[in-house]
């Protein structure tokens, strides 16, 4: 159940020597015997039958069989040989690192596409071309969030999205209908608490980390304007965000769960009534409760507002480095545009996911009924990307901090984002310079 | 000729990234390691500018106010204790040491997962529940600071063991003479401890004290895996390594700011072991 492109950020562990921590990464790349690529590759020289070999490289996805499908697919392109690497542990870092030597691979998937230092870096390629006239068939949002002045950088994968799900039983025996408003998710919560068992989960940090994005969405901000500028300096921001303080000094939702909202446990083993999670965990659910769920999305603040759900993709980009660009670009195409055969079977047929050609949807078996038909309309309807390509590591870090200090600690939503609002200024300025 | 090899791993693994870091300290450095831009000091200047940075200096030191101390009496007392024991000495001494071959990690997801989760069958939720006390949300609450004592219980007992050997062997060294000396002269318990024992353990503690500081300044497993949620941790908490972390590497990618961080960083290892040492009179023999 690891594949999804919310996850790529985490599971980072690491121990690093003090000092020097930054050069080692780029020195160990650069050391690094096994590269995935092989030798003749460097050179330029052709593998057999005067074909290149590009080197493609994948995270380790949890589903069993996903890594026999993608050797499958690659090994189906005729006008390359494709060697796949599968590459385990803390994949975002070893190829950002690798990315700056020669050694990396000629195509790779990025959670969410290339970062946007990445593209102004011109470590990877624009990939516009790729789509030709399919480029409205792909979702809105997600690939929105691989564009960057006009430019495609990467081609999105399938998509994961997040929701809420609820208990219909637990709901229907409270008497609780499922909440239109977030104040009516409010007091859902509270109505739905009785003892050790909670009303709502949004995760071990009341939703700090997680709900920072569709509380601004469900007012009708969004963390930057189309125009690229700060996009929530504004007292009913502020009320929104603030709203997540309420649930939390509500004493209704779950805190310290053993395994957070992106495993289904908690809601399975009955801890809460509702929960904020992500689509794939949809077969646990199943084999957990059976039918007896519910999803929406996340219900708008009032009736000026909008419901939203997050989604996001892994995009597949092409590095700059490659010694074969428009073969691997060539390769991304057949594989993330043309083949939509493979593209289907990848994102149903080993984890639970939504292709990224809206036109696929409709042949996805996983999604024709019940609940993940419905998920699969509001990625489509509502869905907003997890956050803009502009919204770099720096700003979120910042804005996460703010989050956690509206939430836990209580401080004035209005004044932390008049503190927040110079540091994403910078680097906005910094990455449009 | 023999050390060779070594050297040559230390030249490449050991001072060549610190040079580079200093040097990519002084450039714009984003996603590169071979960067253009020079700014100067200006790196240093953002990064004693940033009160994320600074409140980390802060955590840090916070946090070496309690475990420096705290594990340097409570090593010290198991360490007397195991050496005046008589009955299954290896076995005492065997098993307060297991705890440090286990890995931070380990013991943090244990921490985090099995003693201090939120929910009623955490286990120190389970025992507040025989009281009758409602279950906390021992990591999600910043008040009270619980926090704090899931990651100081987790390093405690990840590290009594250590500095208990090296307490012990100090303590072997010492010449029963000079307690049979005492004995004769009618000290005898606290006396004994105050004016033979832990003089004799100088050269021992001050080692242990400067260990202890600079583990603290290192502190990074057991904060990011008890603390971190998906990529983001929360503001409280946050040593400066895992703010550097996030800077320089994550997905910001940010050398520049990262190096310098960690030079400044390292300045105040250096300036503070130094310091210590010469309070302390690091390297005189036990006497």
Known sequence: ?433 | MFVGPFVIGLIIFVYVPIVWSLYLSLFEAYNTVTPTTFVGFGNYADMLADPAFRQSLVTFLVFAAVIVPVTFVLSLTVALLVARTTFMQAFFRSVFFLPTACSYVVASLIWKMSIFSGIRSGLANAVLGWFGIDSIPWLSITEPPWYWLVIVTARLWLQIGFYMILFLAGIQRISPNLYEAAAIDGAQGWKVFRYITFPQLRATSTAVLLLLMINAFQAFDEFYNILSTFGTYPPYARPPLVYLYYTALGSGQDFGHGSAGAVILTLIIAIVALTQGRLLRLGRRDD
């Not at chain 1, 399938?158 to 409010?186: C, F, H, N, W």
């Not at chain 1, 009708?220 to 125009?227: K, N």
């Not at chain 1, 909008?306 to 092409?318: E, F, I, L, R």
């Open chain 1, 1 to 433: 159940m690891e594949q999804n492109v919310f996850r790529s950020q985490l599971n980072r562990r690491s121990l690093f020597a003090l000092g020097g921590a930054a050069a080692v990464t780029g020195a160990l790349a650069a050391c690094g015997g096994n590269t995935g690529r092989e030798t003749a590759t460097n050179g330029g020289a052709t593998g057999g039958g005067g074909k290149v070999t590009l080197n493609q490289w994948y995270h380790q996805y949890g589903e069993q069989g996903t890594q026999q499908a993608v050797e499958r697919y690659a090994a189906a392109y005729p006008n390359a040989t494709v060697k796949v690497s599968w590459k385990p542990g803390d994949y975002d870092q070893s190829t950002a690192a690798s990315l700056l030597t020669d050694a990396g691979p000629d195509v790779f998937e990025y959670g969410n596409g290339p970062t946007i230092d990445m593209i102004k870096g011109g470590q990877v390629v624009d990939l516009t071309d790729a789509f030709g006239d399919t480029k409205s068939d792909f979702n809105d949002s997600v690939l929105k969030r691989v564009t960057y002045q006009d430019k495609i950088w990467a081609i999105p994968q399938v998509i994961d999205m997040q929701l809420l799900v609820y208990r219909t039983s637990m709901l229907d025996k409270a008497g609780v209908k499922p909440p239109e408003t977030v104040d009516d998710l409010i007091a859902a919560s509270k109505k739905l608490t009785t003892g050790d068992v909670k009303g709502l989960f949004v995760g071990n940090d009341g939703g700090a980390g997680l709900l920072g994005g569709p509380m601004l969405w469900s007012a009708g901000f969004d963390y930057l304007t189309d125009d690229n500028e700060f996009g929530f300096d504004d007292p009913r921001a502020a009320t929104a965000l603030g709203k997540l303080r309420e649930l939390w000094q509500s004493k209704s939702i779950l805190l310290g769960a053993p395994k957070d909202w992106f495993d289904a446990s908690a809601l399975t083993s009955g801890l809460t009534a509702m929960q904020f999670t992500g689509l794939w965990t949809f077969p646990d659910i199943k084999k957990g409760l059976g039918d007896d769920f519910g999803v929406m999305a996340w219900p708008k603040l009032d009736a000026s507002g909008k419901d939203s759900v997050p989604v996001g993709a892994y995009g597949s980009c092409v590095s700059a480095k490659s010694q074969h660009v428009d073969e691997a670009k060539a390769f991304a195409k057949w594989l993330w545009v043309d083949q939509t055969s493979f593209q289907l079977d990848f994102a149903t047929a080993y984890g639970f996911h939504i292709p990224s050609r809206t036109s696929l949807i409709p042949k996805a078996a996983t999604l024709k009924a019940g609940q993940a038909a419905e998920a699969a309309k509001l990625a489509t309807e509502v869905g907003h990307a997890q956050s803009p390509l502009l919204w770099t590591p720096k700003s979120n870090t910042a804005f996460g901090d703010m989050m956690s200090r509206i939430v836990k600690d209580g401080a004035d939503p209005m004044t932390e984002i008049t503190k927040l609002k110079p540091i994403v200024d910078a680097e906005l300025k910094r990455v449009q310079a």
